[in-house]
């Protein structure tokens, strides 16, 4: 069912034909020799690998280092040229005996990513049910307020809004981290999309019933919807378990660090906790990472969920 | 209360409630302060008011301008560099040839590092990108025959460590979103195609590229929001908001220093107005060119 | 008819929220001096370097000892430098978070004591049993209009250090280098000799400028606090430099400046041979660079001849007091104690090996000589009698107190010593185009 553009033509000098026979003939204007389709498969394959190879190579090197001395590391890089004989486990020995605060701040961004998330599907599915389903005064307006917030990046405003924190004496506290992102503009923008497709049968089916305006988004709409909040998860968490500058901003107290926080701390030349660095940043990529492979399916569709619809 | 659960009337709007809230609280009221701010100086919680000697000082200052221009040139290259890669990508794994478990492996290695923070990526990357000649990209410069290069403590160079940065973590997410685009390109248009002759290449060129619009014009606007806000992938892999010549200062990290490091909210204030000003009218006049707001806010 | 899943959803909204609010309540409990049950003082402290840390819970534990009327609990976290700093400027600005007591960085200071009511406690009267024996210069950098808000770890005097094994291969004798001119001309015979670079030129700290500034008699803002860093000392100084960087004695350094984790490795490999740096560095040296024990010898710094000063303090961190706390009285008590007494000053060289600010301990041979102490065992010569040395020499540069230091500091690191060690731009050219931007900056 997929369509058949040309496959790529890397330097203009190794036109790729397609196997299919149904295909009429090829007329690439890369140049005049062919190549059979066993050929050019194994062209697109060594292509691919290669690339997907290059793409892994960061996370290989982070997972070698969490083997090596990490002041050695700091000092001279992340190398190609590793020494076998100084690997060893002593950083996860470090990890998991004497890595002060760092679960804690896994415990805290855990508890910060399920909570925001929560959250989040429920307030930003609430108020996009309210645009998809309605037509009411003043909704041009409002969503193109969506719009515009999709785009104004949230960095620009945050320095006014520290010092409204403050005033509000919310500051140093997770409720604050999450608040302003509850309705967020692009999940809200999301669920519309996908609440639009939803048959207005349903709505009138329970409104003649005699369920309520609220009942039917709960009851009736919800329910039908996990497809999106699935997708909408995956893209929130994300978002949430990497969440750095505005956490930064107002967490004081180290106990409330999230990992991404936490980290970066580590980033000193005065504090002697390479070690724990190197291992720790590459564990705080597991839990995401294991998620992936599980769920790989709802992570592509999750995170490309915005741009699908044309 | 019966009545308003059951009003159709009322029920949008309290539907839509918790966004109007958010709008008011946390955009509404800080950009207003931005705006009484930026004509103030603030020390200490104790504002005078100073008239437009912010924004003077503002026009005048060539770290702000710097960092303009190191923002939008690094949104630009992210634009070139992140649309026709991935799309190319794309179209690669989307050839009916080749091997399915390839492919499959492709899209996953492709699409881990977005799920990479950029802390952890910025720390990963400054370590590749180091000065010293055993370091990775040193290594590999050494292979091409030059070398060794002093990554980050020069211009162009580090903008290449930045940019490799955001091509790690975003080409796999673009590829996807290209190549969802091009599974919804009905396959009649290039069976027609083919029947008129037109070659491959010229299919590409005149059916998917076409057809992708949609995609196109979501992968600019997330590059051209994600090329303004940047901000963490410089601060990582610099070790900080200091950077040679300010070399990695981006908009966002001038706003921190001066809000932040510097203390001078007054300023910083008028720094975000401005900004925020020529967000609008890039964002304005492009959604308006694409024609997104008549589609969507119909 | 509402459902049960409408009050189920409500109840989880509202538990996520109670999480949430319950997790935050938990922390900074401000207000009444935070005394636990048995009777001790609970006091936080914030720094930016582990061995301060390290430092500090020793010094709590001695004052602990003297003291058990008046026990304290330190509770000391340490941030990165430019986290700490930045976290410390927007609880000064709230008014809220903020520690009992806080270590700022001496290039951030000057931020901290604008306006005429500071929010650091004066802690000039906490001072008076000890300020006798003590650096006034020092205690100069942390005051403002006569009161002093912070106190001083060291007197971070420069000196410099010289790998004796690698001038020794070049035939070059460190004790001969006196003056400026014959550190140019030893690091010119060096370089010439093994290739190698001899001196640092630092791009990302501004310490040796300020120190030959002061050699000749310079200023970076003049008597009213209008800046001049086009100033022709500052010119001079520059210029002396960058002389000095075309003749092959000075170079750029991985990482920007010898106090960096690249520099240590690469020192530490041999790649440089002299260190002009405040004494503090010792720490870095004996902390960092294991494979140089033994082959450093300690020297005062280059002098500028018949030169207004001989050397000056370098660096530095003033402990601190915010207003805001609750425990002030105690804190400064025991500030005063933890930076100034005659004990705290032995552990200061004990712990962290830097020039003790009491100078009564520069004559304590017990203390200074003592073959045991792991300092003494990695440097060729001794620490003090370099000090004792160049001590009636030890002169001051009164820009590190202007208010709008910190302004100039950020500027020659991120770009004015750039744009003269890395892009080769005339030393005069590159400050008359900082002053002009600083000036705007400024708004002078």
Redesign the interface.
């Known amino acids: 069912?997929?369509?058949?553009?040309?496959?790529?033509?890397r330097g203009g000098s190794a036109?790729?034909e397609?196997?299919?026979g149904?295909?009429?003939p090829?007329?690439?204007?890369?140049g005049p020799r062919r190549l059979s389709?066993r050929a050019?498969?194994w062209i697109?394959?060594g292509?691919?690998?290669l690339?997907?190879?290059i793409?892994?190579?960061?996370?290989v090197?982070?997972f070698i280092?969490t083997f090596q001395d990490g002041?050695d590391?700091?000092?001279?890089?992340?190398?190609?040229?590793v020494d076998v004989s100084t690997l060893s486990l002593d950083n996860y020995v470090l990890l998991f005996t004497d890595s002060g605060p760092y679960f804690r701040w896994f415990a805290n961004t855990l508890?910060?990513t399920v909570?925001q998330v929560?959250?989040t599907l429920?307030?930003s599915s609430?108020?996009a049910?309210?645009?998809a389903?309605?037509?009411?005064k003043g909704?041009?307006l409002?969503?193109?307020?969506?719009?515009?917030?999709?785009?104004?990046?949230?960095?620009?405003?945050?320095?006014?809004?520290?010092?409204?924190v403050?005033d509000m004496?919310l500051?140093?506290?997770?409720?604050i981290i999450?608040?302003?992102f509850?309705?967020a503009a692009v999940t809200?923008f999301f669920f519309r999309q996908y609440f639009l497709g939803i048959p207005k049968e349903i709505l009138e089916a329970g409104r003649v019933d005699?369920?309520?305006?609220?009942?039917i988004?709960?009851?009736l709409v919800l329910p039908i919807s996990k497809p999106a909040m699935a997708a909408m998860a995956i893209l929130n968490g994300?978002l949430c378990?990497?969440n750095?500058?505005w956490p930064?901003?107002v967490l004081?107290?180290?106990?409330?660090f999230t990992?991404?926080i936490g980290?970066?701390?580590l980033?000193?030349?005065?504090?002697?906790?390479?070690e724990l660095?190197?291992i720790g940043?590459?564990f705080?990529?597991i839990p995401?990472?294991i998620l992936?492979?599980a769920f790989?399916r709802f992570?592509?569709e999750g995170?490309?969920a915005?741009?699908?619809?044309? | 209360m019966r009545q308003i659960?059951?009003?159709?009337?009322l029920?949008?709007?309290?539907?839509?409630l918790?966004?109007?809230?958010?709008?008011a609280?946390?955009?509404i009221?800080?950009?207003g302060?931005?705006f009484v701010?930026s004509f103030q100086e603030v020390l200490y919680g104790q504002a005078t008011f100073i008239g437009t000697d912010n924004y003077e000082r503002l026009w005048r200052d060539r770290v702000f301008w710097q960092a303009l221009y190191n923002s939008m040139r690094y949104m630009i290259l992210t634009i070139v560099l992140l649309v026709p890669i991935p799309m190319?990508?794309a179209?690669?794994?989307?050839?009916?040839?080749?091997?399915p478990r390839?492919?499959a492996?492709?899209?996953?290695?492709?699409?881990?590092?977005?799920?990479?923070?950029?802390?952890?990526?910025g720390?990963?990357?400054r370590?590749?990108?180091?000065?010293?000649d055993?370091?990775?990209m040193?290594?590999v410069a050494e292979f091409f025959g030059f070398g060794p290069v002093r990554w980050l403590r020069e211009d162009i160079t580090g903008l290449v460590a930045l940019l490799a940065l955001a091509l790690?973590r975003w080409?796999?997410?673009n590829t996807?979103?290209f190549l969802?685009?091009?599974?919804?390109?009905?396959?009649e248009?290039?069976?027609a195609a083919?029947?008129d002759?037109?070659?491959?290449?010229?299919?590409?060129l005149h059916?998917?590229i076409p057809n992708l619009k949609?995609?196109i014009v979501?992968?600019v606007?997330?590059s051209?929001?994600g090329g303004?806000?940047m901000?963490?992938e410089s601060f990582?892999l610099y070790?900080g908001n200091s950077s040679p010549n300010n070399q990695g200062l981006t908009v966002?990290g001038y706003?921190y220093r001066k809000?932040?490091e510097e203390n001078d909210?007054g300023f910083?204030?008028a720094v975000?107005v401005v900004?925020?000003v020529i967000?609008?009218t890039i964002?304005l006049t492009y959604?308006i060119a694409s024609g997104?707001?008549k589609k969507?806010?119909a | 008819?509402?459902?049960q899943?409408?009050k189920m959803?409500a109840l989880?909204?509202g538990l996520?929220?109670a999480?949430?609010?319950a997790?935050?309540?938990?922390?900074?409990g401000e207000a009444a001096p935070t005394q636990n049950s048995d009777g001790s003082t609970n006091l936080s402290m914030w720094t930016?370097?582990?061995?301060?840390a390290a430092y500090y819970e020793e010094m709590a534990d001695q004052w602990n000892d003297a003291n058990p009327e008046q026990e304290i609990r330190l509770d000391v976290?340490?941030?990165?430098?430019e986290?700490m700093h930045n976290?410390l400027q927007?609880?000064v600005?709230?008014g809220?978070?903020l520690p009992d007591v806080v270590d700022i960085e001496v290039n951030k200071f000057a931020s901290f004591v604008k306006g005429s009511t500071p929010p650091l406690v004066d802690l000039t009267e906490a001072a008076a049993p000890y300020a006798d024996d003590v650096v006034q210069a020092r205690l100069d950098l942390y005051s403002k209009d006569g009161k002093v808000y912070g106190f001083p770890t060291h007197v971070g005097a420069f000196v410099a250090f010289y790998n004796t094994e690698l001038l020794e291969g070049a035939g070059i004798d460190y004790t001969t280098i006196e003056t400026w001119d014959d550190f140019r001309e030893a690091g010119a015979e060096y370089n010439a000799a093994t290739d190698k670079a001899f001196g640092v030129a630092s791009t990302g700290v501004n310490f040796v400028e300020p120190l030959i500034t002061a050699q000749l008699g310079g200023e970076f803002f003049d008597a009213e606090g209008n800046l001049q860093v086009n100033s022709p000392e500052v010119v001079e100084a520059l210029s002396m430099e960058q002389e000095m960087q075309d003749a092959g004695a000075i170079s750029t350094i991985p990482g920007g400046s010898p106090?960096?984790?690249?520099a240590?490795?690469a020192i530490n490999n041999g790649d440089y041979a002299a260190i002009v740096y405040p004494a503090w560095y010792t720490s870095r040296f004996v902390?960092?660079m294991p494979d140089l024990e033994g082959n450093v010898a300690i020297a005062p710094a280059p002098v500028i001849e018949g030169g207004a000063a001989q050397t000056i303090g370098g660096g530095g961190t003033g402990a601190s007091v915010p207003v805001a706390s609750p425990n002030r009285d105690l804190a400064s008590d025991w500030l005063a104690f933890a930076k100034l007494s005659p004990e705290a000053n032995v552990a200061v060289w004990e712990v962290l090996g830097f020039d003790p600010v009491n100078m009564a301990v520069w004559e304590d041979e017990a203390v200074t000589m003592n073959p045991d102490n792991k300092f003494n065992q990695y440097f060729q010569t001794n620490l003090f009698d370099v000090l004792n040395e160049v001590k009636g020499g030890i002169g001051h540069l009164d820009s590190f107190t202007d208010p709008n230091w910190p302004s100039v500091d950020n500027t020659f690191r991120t770009v004015t010593l750039n744009e003269i060690f890395e892009n080769g731009v005339p030393a005069q050219d590159a400050l008359d185009q900082t002053q002009s931007d600083l000036q705007n900056e400024l708004g002078q």
Request: with cysteine; net charge neutral; charged share 10%.
């Open positions: 069912m997929a369509a058949q553009p040309p496959t790529t033509v036109p790729q397609s196997g299919t149904s295909t009429p090829d007329r690439t204007t890369a389709p050019a498969t697109q394959s292509f691919l690998l690339i997907a190879a793409a892994l190579v960061p996370l090197a982070i280092g002041n590391v700091i000092r001279r890089g992340m190398t190609f040229d508890l910060l909570a929560a959250g429920l307030v609430f108020v049910y309210g645009f389903m309605y037509h009411f909704k041009t409002s969503f193109i307020m969506v719009l515009l917030l999709i785009t104004v990046p949230f960095e620009m405003l945050m320095l006014p809004l520290y010092v409204q403050n004496g500051a140093d506290t997770y409720l999450v608040l302003p509850l309705a809200i005699g369920v309520t305006e609220f009942g988004f709960f009851r994300m378990w990497n750095f500058l930064l901003l004081r107290t180290p106990e409330k990992l991404p980290l970066n701390t980033l000193t030349p005065y504090g002697n906790n390479y660095l190197i940043a590459f705080s990529l995401i990472l992936f492979l790989q992570f592509i995170i490309t915005g741009a699908v619809k044309g | 659960l059951y009003s159709k009337r029920a949008p709007y309290l539907f839509i918790p966004f109007l809230v958010t709008l609280v946390f955009w009221v800080p950009i302060r931005s701010m190319v990508l179209a690669v794994v989307n050839s009916k040839l080749g091997n390839v492919k492996f492709f899209k996953a290695s492709l699409f881990v590092p977005a799920l990479t923070s950029v802390v952890v990526a720390i990963v990357f370590l590749i990108f180091a000065e010293s055993s370091a990775m040193n290594q790690w080409s796999g997410v996807m979103y969802a685009g091009m599974q919804s390109i009905p396959t248009y290039y069976e083919s029947i002759g037109a070659s491959k290449f010229q299919q590409f059916i998917t949609p995609t979501y992968v606007t997330i051209v929001y303004l806000a901000f963490l990582m070790a966002i706003l809000g932040i909210l910083a204030s975000g900004l925020l967000v609008m964002n959604l997104t707001f969507e806010a | 008819m509402t459902t899943r409408t959803s989880v909204a996520a929220v999480s949430l609010a997790c935050s309540g938990g922390g900074s930016f370097a582990d061995v301060h976290t340490v941030y990165p430098y986290d976290k927007l609880a600005n709230s809220e978070g106090d960096s984790e690249e240590f490795g902390d960092y």
